[in-house]
């Protein structure tokens, strides 16, 4: 009896297919190690090709609500002032301050002390944004071939390295009743940065311009990639929560300039946060990123439509 050539074939590709279904499932489980040996410790070095652009001064309504300030005793922190609130110019000496005390309190703690940062911390988290910013990850097309992906799950790996990957895990586990006033300020910076930069000068200015072409690189890697997601879901809910809430902000202010080059649909990451944040109690803030995100939500329905059902 003679075979069919062409079924013959087809069940060769259905078990290619499944072949390469198992082999991606077992890559993301993979841990750390295992990625360090496929990719070997080599960093990206792939330029930042985005331009920088000069963000115009924002009216305050158009920034996210910050968490409600809780004063502590001891030397202020970033979460004990609202520069919003104040003019610009009180706004950008209010936001030096306060991340110069931020860094100026990591700088005293000893598991800093033991890293040995001949400028300290400010300067070295500067060289970590710039280095992030001059690496960016893959967005569009992560999904064309396995290799990418496994690049962009080991992205902050190979391009940080392992000293400062573990810099930023024992800061965050130190400091992370901190972490979301601490972004919310970072936030602000974005947004004042270039201004704020003016008159601080190089060498005062906490932290570097953050420019939108590569912040919505980041936000892209984070919303909307195999990489960024698992990276995420490993990490602290707080941190994945709030991540993703910048991130929102961030592509919407793309949108709002229209450089939303990746096409990145908001709805779908609006509605899962919303979900999220609904069923905890871990955010000072919780209240304020709910009805900021529902505002967005009720923005994107009502111009793209609701989402499939």
Same mark, same amino acid.
């Given at each position: 009896?003679?075979?069919?050539?062409?079924?013959?074939?087809?069940?060769?590709?259905?078990?290619?297919?499944?072949?390469?279904?198992?082999?991606?499932?077992?890559?993301?489980?993979?841990?750390?190690?295992?990625?360090?040996?496929? *990719?070997?410790?080599?960093?990206?070095?792939? !330029?930042?090709?985005?331009?920088?652009?000069?963000?115009?001064?924002?009216?305050?309504?158009?920034?996210?609500?910050?968490?409600?300030?809780?004063?502590? !005793? &001891?030397?202020?922190?970033?979460?004990?002032?609202?520069?919003?609130?104040?003019?610009?110019?009180?706004?950008?000496?209010?936001?030096?301050?306060?991340?110069?005390?931020?860094?100026?309190?990591?700088?005293?703690?000893?598991?800093?002390?033991?890293?040995?940062?001949?400028?300290?911390?400010?300067?070295?988290?500067?060289?970590?944004?710039?280095?992030?910013?001059?690496?960016?990850?893959?967005?569009? &097309?992560?999904?064309?071939?396995?290799?990418?992906?496994?690049?962009?799950?080991?992205?902050?790996?190979?391009?940080?390295?392992?000293?400062?990957?573990?810099?930023?895990?024992?800061?965050?586990?130190?400091? &992370?009743?901190?972490? +979301?006033?601490?972004?919310?300020?970072?936030?602000?910076?974005?947004?004042?940065?270039?201004?704020?930069?003016?008159?601080?000068?190089?060498? *005062?200015?906490?932290?570097?311009?953050? !420019? *939108?072409?590569?912040?919505?690189?980041?936000?892209?890697?984070?919303?909307?990639?195999?990489? &960024?997601?698992?990276?995420?879901?490993?990490?602290?809910?707080?941190?994945?929560?709030?991540?993703?809430?910048?991130?929102?902000?961030?592509?919407?202010?793309?949108?709002?300039?229209?450089?939303?080059?990746?096409?990145?649909?908001?709805?779908?990451?609006?509605?899962?946060?919303?979900? +999220?944040?609904?069923?905890?109690?871990?955010?000072?803030?919780? +209240?304020?990123?709910?009805?900021?995100?529902?505002? *967005?939500?009720?923005?994107?329905?009502?111009?793209?439509?609701?989402?499939?059902?």
């Amino acid at each position: 009896m003679t075979r069919n050539p062409q079924k013959k074939s087809a069940n060769r590709a259905g078990v290619i297919l499944l072949l390469a279904i198992a082999l991606l499932a077992a890559v993301l489980v993979m841990n750390r190690a295992t990625i360090k040996r496929w *990719l070997g410790p080599g960093r990206s070095t792939a !330029p930042q090709t985005a331009t920088k652009q000069q963000e115009p001064l924002p009216d305050s309504a158009s920034l996210p609500s910050p968490p409600t300030p809780q004063t502590t !005793p &001891g030397p202020p922190g970033p979460d004990q002032v609202n520069p919003l609130a104040a003019p610009a110019t009180d706004a950008c000496r209010q936001i030096t301050e306060q991340l110069l005390a931020y860094y100026d309190q990591l700088d005293q703690q000893n598991y800093v002390a033991d890293y040995q940062f001949s400028r300290g911390s400010r300067r070295h988290f500067n060289e970590i944004i710039h280095k992030l910013l001059a690496n960016p990850p893959i967005v569009a &097309g992560e999904t064309d071939d396995l290799f990418s992906i496994l690049k962009n799950m080991a992205h902050f790996y190979r391009v940080l390295g392992s000293r400062d990957i573990q810099l930023i895990k024992d800061i965050l586990a130190e400091e &992370g009743d901190r972490i +979301e006033p601490t972004l919310a300020l970072y936030y602000r910076w974005y947004q004042l940065g270039p201004q704020c930069r003016r008159q601080a000068g190089k060498n *005062l200015a906490p932290a570097p311009d953050l !420019p *939108l072409a590569g912040l919505y690189g980041y936000a892209g890697y984070f919303l909307n990639t195999v990489g &960024g997601q698992s990276y995420l879901f490993r990490r602290d809910p707080r941190v994945r929560m709030l991540v993703r809430y910048y991130a929102i902000l961030i592509v919407d202010q793309a949108n709002t300039e229209k450089n939303n080059r990746y096409g990145i649909d908001l709805r779908y990451p609006i509605k899962s946060l919303i979900e +999220e944040m609904a069923s905890t109690r871990l955010l000072t803030g919780q +209240e304020a990123y709910l009805q900021r995100l529902e505002k *967005l939500q009720a923005k994107y329905l009502a111009s793209a439509g609701p989402l499939p059902r």
